[in-house]
DNA sequence: GTCTATATAACGATAGAC
DNA sequence: GTCTATCGTTATATAGAC
């Protein structure tokens, strides 16, 4: 599956990244992710002391990555609203779900604390930041209504979850879609 | 684990109920369900032609379950806001998740278009179910701003579904209950 | 570092006795 | 209807040669 420009390592942690996307920990085994970096048995037990191992560096890398993608779309200095647009209508692949968050619905992730807390903590992470952000735009006058930024900031992150649920259980991106136009129509500044 | 009040084929689809919420598709053996039904491998294929038959079983019951659930929510002739509210709002078993929705991140599930029919169904059903709800509102002027019934309505689900996804990753209900009340804060008529 | 051989258990199912 | 026996495959490694 990968060209040997990449490490033994690296096609290994890459392909564990890939196949916890599409399978999750549970329903990925040592020898898919073998036969995935093209590695054998004796390569994979050389640079990592099993799968958990091995995960666990797979879903930090997974996790930093999705941190940087989301800070992308939310920098800048516009009004509250239109960077919380960018972050939410930002190009997505939609139908393969979100890489962290699908991992809460994996049982033996949420059961190890050092797999789960890359989970917890880059959603901790996006939740604060957008709190951060609604809060400025509270404090800019640029909401109307009384709003908690922190209860806001987790309707954002929920419909964004939420929508790649929708999206997988009706085989298409509209349904993502259409739930954050839903939540951006109530978002705006209305008269 | 179940008492000999329920006869063995109910064990064994209730047992797959249980397990198929706290494990997925993929995290459930037969021998895990036999174990949990008190059942051995003779009665489960005797009732059931294989474990896809009896998750299918388990699975459509479930999705019906879910809907007569958010039915009685939903039932009644009141305000728009407060009937959506008394959805959003119900007792739920956050930390477990949504029985039905976390089937969507269980790929073998996905791939059968005889698993996924209900969690399609069930989630569609529940979606135009709260569009209608909504569009009586709009249509009586009981919300602010133009909104799109169907879009909202996919907001409120996806903020339930994403909302298990936050609860679980901080493992507290607390995630889940800030998302639900920045929903029906946006939600809400304001000045 | 990588390979092959080997090991124990579990997975998902079938066969046939009772 | 239920039980035990058996089956071929996969899961998750360990051992040791190269």
Redesign the pocket.
């Given at each position: 599956m990968y060209t040997h420009l990449m490490?033994?390592?690296e096609r290994l942690i890459e392909s564990t990244r890939e196949l916890l996307w599409e399978r999750g920990y549970?329903g990925?085994?040592?020898?898919?992710i073998q036969q995935h970096a093209g590695?054998?048995?004796?390569?994979m037990?050389?640079?990592f002391?099993?799968?958990?191992d091995l995960a666990l560096t797979a879903i930090r890398r997974t996790a930093q990555e999705m941190q940087a993608t989301a800070e992308a779309a939310l920098a800048g200095d516009g009004p509250a609203y239109d960077r919380v647009a960018a972050y939410l209508l930002r190009e997505r692949d939609v139908l393969r779900g979100c890489p962290v968050g699908r991992l809460t619905m994996d049982p033996d992730v949420i059961a190890d604390e050092e797999l789960r807390a890359p989970v917890t903590e880059t959603l901790e992470w996006l939740r604060e930041r957008l709190a951060g952000i609604v809060q400025e735009g509270l404090d800019r006058g640029e909401f109307s209504g009384t709003l908690d930024a922190g209860e806001v900031a987790s309707a954002i992150v929920a419909t964004v979850q939420g929508g790649y649920v929708l999206a997988r259980a009706t085989g298409s991106p509209a349904a993502f879609d259409a739930g954050v136009r839903g939540l951006l129509a109530l978002l705006a500044p209305r008269a």
């Open positions: 490490s033994t390592s549970v990925t085994s040592p020898k898919a590695a054998g048995q004796g390569s037990y050389h640079h002391t099993g799968k958990p």
